[in-house]
């Protein structure tokens, strides 16, 4: 199948679907998963089994520009810190992973508009999102939105922590 009579196809179907804004991102996400993988960019999708090795594929995610993944010795886990000033409202990072047309729960889930993406794995190295943490139970210090997009809520300086609020329906075990 040619890849514009794919588009076509894909458009027809996401169009059925209401409450998906972005169509448009869908339809480049599955094309370009129609790709061949030497076509693809040097990037690759995060698999399962390099969740075994955390601290190389920290080294990997953080070898792309964006924010750094770095240890916060404060929550005893991995957490994201900005690389440079990101003004209100501009983008930090994405969010990527499975995405899902049903609802979805797990550590790693977000739902962005009708899709839930789970960021256990699946992700692209840029998809930095997955990475972020939340700063604590009351959710006092949050400087990004969490959805597909994650844009910054105020100015973030460069070398501070970036947080989210999880919202109301995410399980804390803290």
Known sequence: MKQDSFIEACNKSLLNLKGIPNNEKLVDY???????????????????????????????????????????????????????MYKKGKLVTTYGGIKYLKEVHGDYVVKANEIHIDGRFGFKLSEKGRWINESDRDRKIVNVTLGRDIRATRIIQPGEWIFADYGPDYVRNY
């Open 30 to 84: 599955i094309v370009s998963m129609q790709r061949p993988s030497r076509q693809r960019k040097i990037e690759s999708d995060v698999t399962e089994n390099d969740l075994n090795d955390i601290p190389s594929l920290v080294k990997r995610v953080n070898q792309i520009d964006g924010p750094k993944v770095e240890w916060d010795n404060e929550r005893n886990c991995y957490g994201l810190k900005a690389d440079r």
